[in-house]
């Protein structure tokens, strides 16, 4: 295994899998990808076992000068480790999702997605600015196509909308880019991540790649792109827009932003918090009145994304590792929540909530999956999304009980929403024929489902899993932190002991022989 | 293995083995292996519970997997067993191993069986995993798993949008109550820097005076995280403001109703609360607190108990109200009553409730009291069983002959607790607690009389109309409309029968571990020796005044309900007003739907019309679109070609860069 360049191989596979299906016929196509994605996840594995937890802090390193200082440099620590399993994790499945559902340019589509993927292990294995640079944005490039090609009615719109948001903040983080390399002389992120920029300048970089990063989370008021984009979208798209795309921001955050300018991270917390609180209310009581269940999900996308933010911007050890579970937790679960409802616009053609109903009847198996989806993305204790959002508001409360308060308040509002939802998908009478008369789910889509199901399970049991690979970074990184970290507003000061609650007090007990006779 | 595993995690084997088999295993394999885990269970808890009693064990931890470890926040799965724990024990798996039973008869027509058993059973498995938690997030595990299990098991009848709207409610309502939870424990982690609850225990006392700022407020330190945590309490155990929920949730199946709503998970507020009776004792004003409350709640809850005409809502205010007996005793401090009554409570409560379920059974599933009366010689079995428990929960008893009902030891400790305590506090408690207790007597026996005594009436009811084929008027002067009440199935009744005996006698056995032994408890809940003390010596009056109470609330249900029927009419007629606010529950349902329902979604709509729609997207991209048509830019090009632009653009960015570099 030394010396053999796995991440390249990982990117090697899908990409070749892209070519192919490119001149293949439809039902090729859909073989070649599920193989490709199938063989890339199956390396995965083998990337995930070949890991050594406790070993240097970047491992599988390759690097090759190309031009100008510009390498082809890779490299992962335990955070990429985990987002580049969860992307290989979720390819397979959205394949399979799209095997009936997408019937025209088959081979394109494929291939879009299987390029997808390699820019996605790119970006997250990436150990150059330029390179990172090049395949987050190129990364999107696909996902247009995806919506642009195989999405809705309203797709020029949504695609549109897409592409201006991205674009506005592509350009600034590139200039930023571009003045960091001149200060730092070097464009090697390993060592960006140690360097130490003047506060002055802190400031305005971190403005730049927050105007990027802060629309992939998204984060309110640039979050309106993403239920557009994800009603449009085909099923798989919406899979993996929300499982890894909306993770790219969450991750340039802690790859970028904490470690790059921490002075400059302390001095906007504030604004990230206020930001995240009001996405947390704002977003789910949107979500409350939506009557399409897509833009629901996505709404709430947006409402879980904010304890993303406020964890990674909480300056302790909770508050990142709680950030990080949430990606995954959130990666997982509202991607199946889109294949869930998936399933069911594919019977139906519509994703109009008010269409279904009863459904717990006629597909109980379905509605069973539906349900632990629901419980994990309201974060129920036993499922991924309680994990993340324990420890993410468990950091924030050591900063701040006002923030944490807000933020805690999204558990009643997403419970409020997402069962509502059910509420009207799988309870009540089967008032639509159409509706009653679908089949449960078919192998092909418990294929899909089963294994996230597992996942969130796996991850809400025994986190230790996955967040033991992450330890060492996220504890260098809370070093790294720490002298700009912000002080807590708890201030917890000791004082002289009040008595106990209850003391009975001498006179009464003194009492004791005159009432025994009863004489009160 | 340690018979705890068993205990807990066998009945979540056999709840995925029927709920994922379901259908193919059949009802037969589903119910058997459920009910089969359920008794297992129950017979290996006794031992343990008997073997606290009789002193020869102490607590212990079987630790099974790590959970969470993340800096200095570390957590296991991990089953603690001690007194408190084991007392839960016997109670969860007994009662859930009976209801289980009475389910195979209750249940028997229903089309779903496999997966009602399969709810009930990881419902007991949360449960257990509640109790025996020995830290703060596994108990918060629990305390969410119930929650859910109760979310499945009220929308049981999922097509009934009564059961739907009712599911929903109890988990948002319970989540009201989990946010102050979380908060509550993110607070004591803050200030402990651990979640094990031996730990926060111990290290309480030194913070006794310490301050902390919450919200932007200096407050005692323990005073704000007792007080978060009491919120759960408050949610879970449906306290005055967070007890909106129970009744809806008499939407489910009786059987849960039972089970869930009565006699184990509402009370895990009161469990909590006691488990961490030490760390509360720190905290006078949170303590003060939950007495006010727990009052409050015995008063109200009994008021609406007095005029509701739904014989299972009759019984679920009553859960409501005897739960604030529970709370006010551990607000004075004697934790000890407060877990008697738990456990009293928990016996007859449920027999109650499986009591109703068999005359609702007998009744043609008609649930309105106006349409029963002189079921007495129809079921007799059922009338008897429904007898003790309502003796129990009225409280029967004479101080001087040492004798009573279950119901009669407990709240007649809580109410001397309340009284000896002493404080401002305590004597609002005493006198709502004596209050409640009469209104207690009135209703239970108005529940009676109106069930078994007076003439039958029943051919008004809609159900019974239905099952004779008949309208009033055919029937004529025959009320009964020809129908014929049987008696339920023996796997109904042997439950009641055995909850019969633990209402009648689980007073009179466990009285002295409970109520005054320091050695039983055994240092699992604090124990205020000065308060037993003072408990001793109230004054006799104070002793009787369970037994007075209850005697006059049984003369006034007689006298309105037997002896001179017209009266209640009379009195609505009288006090319109007030009986209206009573009977609409003192409007909580209304205010709340004009206070957070509507603006929710009125708020949510705003946002997302005006907010996002009107403002966002019309100056940011719908508006930057309009700048760009503006100036000339086709929109053609820019609708078509965006994708190749932007890669110009950013190869164009790249050519810069290495240029930049370069130079």
Not at chain 1, 429 to 451: G, H, K, L, V, Y
């Amino acid at each position: 295994m030394e010396g053999l360049p796995l991440l390249s191989l990982m990117m090697l596979v899908p990409l070749m899998g892209a070519l192919l299906c490119l001149f293949a016929g439809a039902q090729a196509a859909r073989l070649i990808a599920l193989v490709a994605t199938l063989v890339t996840f199956l390396l995965g594995l083998v990337l995930w076992s070949g890991y050594e937890i406790g070993g240097p802090q970047w491992q599988f390193t390759e690097r090759a000068e190309l031009f100008a200082g510009f390498a082809w440099a890779l490299g992962i620590d335990g955070i990429a480790l985990m987002l580049i399993l969860l992307s290989v994790f979720l390819m397979p499945i959205c394949i399979l999702a799209s095997w009936e559902a997408i019937d025209k340019r088959v081979g394109e589509y494929m291939a879009a997605f299987l390029f997808m993927e390699v820019l996605m292990i790119g970006t997250f294995a990436a150990q150059d600015l330029f390179l990172f640079y090049v395949f987050f944005e190129a990364g999107l490039i696909p996902m247009y196509l995806i919506i642009g090609v195989w999405g809705g009615d309203n797709r020029i719109y949504a695609s549109y909308k897409f592409f201006l948001y991205t674009l506005l903040g592509s350009v600034l983080m590139l200039i930023a880019m571009l003045w960091m390399v001149a200060e730092a002389g070097t464009s090697d992120i390993p060592t960006l991540m140690q360097y130490d920029f003047p506060p002055q300048a802190q400031t305005w970089l971190w403005l730049a790649f927050f105007a990027s990063f802060a629309v992939k989370v998204p984060m309110w008021p640039f979050h309106t792109w993403l239920p557009d984009a994800h009603v449009q979208a085909p099923t798989a798209g919406s899979v993996i827009l929300a499982g890894v795309l909306l993770k790219l921001g969450g991750y340039g955050f802690i790859r970028f932003s904490l470690p790059m300018f921490p002075e400059a991270s302390a001095q906007f917390a504030w604004l990230v918090f206020a930001l995240s609180m009001v996405a947390v209310v704002y977003t789910s009581l949107v979500a409350l009145v939506q009557a399409d269940m897509k833009k629901l999900i996505a709404y709430s996308s947006v409402a879980h994304m904010a304890i993303v933010t406020v964890g990674l911007f909480a300056f302790n050890v909770q508050g990142l590792e709680g950030a990080m579970i949430v990606m995954l937790s959130h990666g997982l679960v509202s991607g199946a929540l889109f294949l869930c409802v998936g399933v069911i616009y594919d019977r139906l053609h519509t994703r109009e909530i008010a269409r279904y109903g009863g459904l717990a009847t006629n597909m109980p198996y379905y509605a069973l999956f539906f349900l632990l989806f629901t419980m994990a993305s309201i974060g129920l204790p036993g499922t991924s999304g309680f994990v993340g959002e324990f420890l993410s508001l468990a950091g924030i409360y050591q900063i701040s009980s006002t923030v944490a308060l807000v933020c805690t308040t999204g558990i009643i509002l997403g419970a409020a929403y997402m069962l509502y939802l059910y509420r009207r998908v799988a309870f009540g009478a089967q008032s639509n024929a159409d509706a009653a008369a679908m089949p449960d789910i078919t192998a092909r889509e418990w294929a899909m489902m089963a294994p996230i199901a597992a996942a969130v399970l796996w991850m809400g049991v025994y986190p230790e899993t996955f967040l033991a690979p992450m330890r060492a970074d996220i504890a260098a990184l809370d070093a790294r932190l720490a002298a700009a970290a912000p002080k807590g507003d708890a201030q917890l000061a000791a004082g002289a002991p009040r008595g106990p609650a209850n003391a009975i007090e001498h006179h009464q007990s003194a009492d004791h022989a005159s009432a025994k006779e009863g004489a009160h | 293995m340690h018979p705890i595993l068993i205990i807990t995690f066998g009945p979540l084997l056999a709840a995925l083995v029927a709920g994922l088999g379901n259908r193919m295993i059949g009802n037969v394999a589903a119910k058997s292996l459920t009910t089969a885990a359920l008794f297992l269970s129950a017979a290996l808890a006794w031992p343990i519970f008997l073997g606290y009693l009789s002193g020869s064990e102490s607590a212990e931890v079987v630790r099974v997997l790590k959970w969470v470890e993340s800096g200095t926040l570390s957590f296991d799965w991990a089953l603690r067993v001690d007194t408190l724990t084991a007392v839960m024990l016997v109670v969860i798996t007994s009662v859930s191993a009976l209801v289980h039973l009475y389910s195979w008869g209750y249940m028997a027509e229903d089309p779903d069986q496999p997966r009602f058993f399969a709810y009930l059973s990881l419902f007991t498995f949360a449960m257990l995993m509640l109790v025996t938690a020995d830290n703060l997030v596994q108990m918060f595990f629990g305390w969410e798993g119930v929650g859910l299990a109760s979310y499945l098991l009220i929308g049981f009848w999922y097509q009934k949008p009564s059961a739907g709207a009712a599911a929903i409610k109890a988990f948002v309502v319970n989540r009201v109550g989990d946010l102050g939870f979380m908060l509550g424990i993110f607070g004591t982690y803050l200030v402990f820097q651990t979640t094990s609850i031996p730990e926060i225990l111990a290290a309480a006392p030194g913070m006794s005076g310490s301050t902390i700022t919450f919200l932007g407020m200096r407050l005692y330190t323990m005073d704000v995280l007792c007080i978060l945590l009491f919120i759960g309490a408050m949610g879970k155990s449906a306290q005055l403001g967070l007890h909106t929920w129970l009744p809806d949730a008499m939407e489910g199946p009786t059987p849960v109703s039972a089970l869930i709503h009565a006699a184990t998970m509402v009370t895990a507020g009161v469990f909590m609360v006691c488990r961490l009776s030490p760390m509360f004792e720190t905290a006078p004003t949170a303590l003060a607190l939950v007495t006010i409350i727990g009052a409050a709640t015995c008063f109200f809850a009994a008021t609406i108990g007095t005029t509701q005409w739904d014989i299972k809502r009759v019984i679920a205010y009553s859960t409501c109200s005897q739960l604030g007996y529970m709370f006010f005793a551990a607000g004075v401090g004697a934790y000890g009553a407060a877990m008697f009554h738990l456990f009293t409570h928990a016996f007859f409560k449920a027999l109650l409730f499986l009591g109703a379920g068999s005359v609702i059974h007998a009744m043609h599933h008609e649930q309105d009291m106006r349409f029963y009366g002189g079921l007495r010689k129809h079921i007799p079995f059922t009338f008897w069983a429904m007898m003790a428990g309502t003796l129990a929960i009225t409280g029967l008893g004479v101080y001087h002959l040492g004798l009573g009902f279950a119901g009669f030891w407990s709240k007649d400790a809580i109410l001397e607790a309340a009284f000896a305590r002493g404080n401002g506090a305590g004597q609002f408690a005493f006198w709502a607690g004596a209050f409640a207790a009469l209104l207690t007597s009135f209703y239970s026996w108005r529940l009676m009389f109106l069930t078994f005594w007076g003439k039958p009436r029943w051919i008004e009811s809609e159900h019974i109309q239905h099952a004779v084929h008949k309208t009033p008027e055919e029937a004529g002067a025959d009320t009964t409309g020809g129908y014929h009440p049987h008696e339920s199935p023996l796997s109904m009744l042997v439950p009641l029968g055995v909850l019969t005996l633990g209402a009648v006698a689980a007073g009179q056995v466990f009285a002295p571990s409970f109520l005054d032994s320091a050695a039983f408890w055994n240092g699992s809940i604090f124990y205020n020796e000065a308060l037993i003390h003072a408990m001793h010596s109230v004054p006799y009056w104070v002793k009787y005044t369970a037994l007075i109470v209850m005697l006059i609330g049984l003369a006034g249900a007689y006298l309105a309900y037997i002896a001179r029927p017209e009266l209640p009419a009379k009195f609505v007629q009288r006090f319109g007003a007030i009986h209206n606010f009573v009977y609409r529950k003192w409007y909580f349902d209304e205010v709340y739907d004009a206070l957070f329902v509507r603006p929710a979604f009125a708020l949510g709509r705003i946002f997302w019309q005006w907010g996002d729609i009107g403002t966002i997207d019309r100056f940011g991209p719908n508006g930057v679109a309009a700048v760009v048509a503006r100036s000339s830019l086709a929109a053609r090009s820019l609708q078509s070609g965006y994708v190749y632009t932007y890669a110009l653009i950013m190869l164009l960015g790249l050519v810069a860069a290495v240029t930049y570099v370069l130079l």
